[in-house]
């Protein structure tokens, strides 16, 4: 499928899990088990479509680089075995190396903690040209800290500076980064892999029963669990407060991975497409200068 019949049908499916105004957001109005108009005995298709959007996306970031002029952020939040990692990595498969950055956020380093909570996330942004990844974010400080408060003691903030208002000021500051980056030619987009509980324990014993999973598992991600009410108030909370026509949200449901893929895949593409990229275009100046290069090497040869 050319690039020019594969855009619209992209816009399509990203716009149905794009949000960009908070206000009337909630959670439970999203599906984890959702696939559009797609259907199971479909997946097939939705395999080859992801394929061709792979093939799209190299394409487009070629242009990003080339051009030189804009970088895009693309963030990953979700619950544990919500698929990040495949997602990130079937998506990005055709992507040249050279134009993407990928970066995973763990549990603050002690280094981490002796600056802003955002510091270790925007020494990593990525460069003009380029697809910056970040898998988590600078959004967990509103996510697992707020699940979490006591977390706060090891962040050395002045004690008049933790109030009630905290994750309100948060929001606000995030809102106000994205806003600058946009404002400074860095594109953000946002992704919240939507899993259900139900699905995530599924996952979960895969990888206590394959013995090729069993890495992927920690004791403590299966402790969260417990948290699980907590932790979806706390990301209902985050995409109302910081969905935003310049930095939306694209709500994605992760019960079938690969609905999942084709989502990620449809919104990059519709995000790049919508950024008028381009090849440099070449003066006359450039092309006599190319000619005669040209008329060397034969001459030469």
Known sequence: MKLKELIPRAHELADHYCI?????????????????????????????ALQEGIEALAELQERLYAQDRRSVLLIFQAMDAAGKDGAIKHVMSGINPQGCQV???????????????MWRCLKSLPERG??????????????????????????KLPPELITKRIWDERFEDIRNLEQYLTRNGVVVRKFFLH????????????????????????????????????????????????????????????????????????????????????????????????AEVREALLGAN
């Open 20 to 48: 960009k105004d908070g206000k009337k957001f909630r959670l439970k109005d999203i599906d984890p088990g959702d696939t559009a108009w797609l259907k199971e005995e479909q997946k097939p298709l939705a395999k080859q």
């Open 103 to 117: 970066y995973s956020f763990k549990a603050p380093t002690s280094e981490d903690l002796d600056h802003d909570y």
């Open 130 to 155: 380029r697809i910056g990844i970040f898998n988590r974010s600078y959004y967990e400080e509103t996510l697992v800290v707020r699940v979490h408060p006591e977390l706060l003691n090891k962040q």
């Open 195 to 290: 899993v259900s509980k139900k699905e995530q324990l599924k996952r979960f014993l895969s990888r206590l029963d394959e013995p090729a999973k069993n890495w992927k598992f920690s004791s403590a991600d299966a402790q969260e669990r417990e948290f699980w009410g907590d932790y979806m108030k706390a990301y209902e909370d985050m995409i109302r407060n910081t969905a935003t026509d310049d930095s939306p949200w694209y709500v994605v449901p992760a019960d079938n991975k690969w609905f999942t893929r084709t989502v990620v895949a449809a919104a990059v593409i519709d995000t790049l497409s919508s950024l008028d990229l381009h090849y440099p275009k070449v003066d006359e100046a450039k092309r006599q200068e190319l």
